[in-house]
């Protein structure tokens, strides 16, 4: 067995200890309080950056680009990942979780600005981000710097899936839908680990809501208003 293996079975040995009474109420039914839709990424501690250790407490879902849409046969829908929470188990909060320096978003960029040769399953999940992202390309300058230009998509993208969110028949108008970025690389100027929200419910500018959300204003940022 490897040794890899053999350290992990010992951290979840800790986790059992530790956990065994908390999935008392939780073992036949779940009501989480949110869905959270993060990007598949060693760097994105999904739970972690709610500091959430409760079982039940947040349905995650993870994928390349923290996207919320799949492709159906009949055309693009919620991915049902997102989907089945709101459905099912009662969730009225979903939020949609990029982070800098994001992998999905820069591969998306350069197979859009000069294509790329990826394996099928990598090339899927580029084709179903690049028909959203495409259109950003168009309003950024000329000379900006690669970072800055992957981190304003990051921006972007968040806001695409949010807005695909909220314009969908599945999910009805009582979700409350939010955008943010997790920021480990100090791009927005506080904590590394701080989550910036830069979309509620749509609205995008930042003075208005800081305006709407006293509460939390100074972790409302964004980096770019296109």
């Given at each position: 067995m490897s040794q890899l293996l053999q350290e992990l079975l010992a951290g979840n040995a800790d986790h059992a200890a530790e956990f065994r009474d908390r999935f008392d109420s939780v073992q036949n039914s779940q009501t989480p309080d949110a869905v959270t839709v993060c990007c598949s990424d060693s760097r994105v501690l999904q739970d972690h950056m709610w500091d959430n250790?409760?079982?039940?407490?947040?349905?995650?879902?993870?994928?390349?680009?923290?996207?919320?849409?799949?492709?159906?046969?009949?055309?693009?829908?919620?991915?049902?990942?997102?989907?089945?929470p709101i459905e099912h188990t009662m969730t009225e909060t979903a939020v949609v979780v990029g982070h800098t320096g994001c992998?999905?978003?820069?591969?998306?960029?350069?197979?859009?600005?000069?294509?790329?040769?990826?394996?099928?399953?990598?090339?899927?999940?580029?084709?179903?981000?690049?028909?959203?992202?495409?259109?950003?390309?168009?309003h950024l300058p000329e000379?900006?710097?690669?970072?800055?230009?992957?981190?304003?998509?990051?921006?972007?993208?968040?806001?695409?899936?949010?807005?695909?969110l909220r314009d969908s028949d599945d999910v009805p108008d009582a979700v409350d839908v939010f955008g943010v970025v997790y920021d480990f690389q100090d791009v927005y100027g506080g904590q590394r680990g701080e989550v910036h929200v830069i979309n509620a419910g749509g609205e995008t500018d930042v003075d208005a809501l800081r305006a709407a959300h006293p509460d939390i204003e100074s972790r409302i940022n964004r980096l770019w208003e296109y």
């Open positions: 250790s409760e079982p039940g407490h947040l349905f995650t879902c993870s994928n390349i680009g923290n996207r919320v849409i799949q492709r159906t046969a009949s055309g693009e829908a919620v991915s049902g990942d997102v989907l089945y992998g999905a978003v820069t591969a998306t960029y350069d197979d859009l600005t000069k294509g790329l040769d990826e394996p099928a399953g990598i090339e899927h999940c580029l084709g179903v981000l690049k028909p959203h992202l495409e259109p950003a390309l168009d000379d900006i710097e690669r970072a800055v230009a992957i981190n304003r998509l990051v921006e972007y993208n968040v806001d695409r899936q949010v807005e695909f």
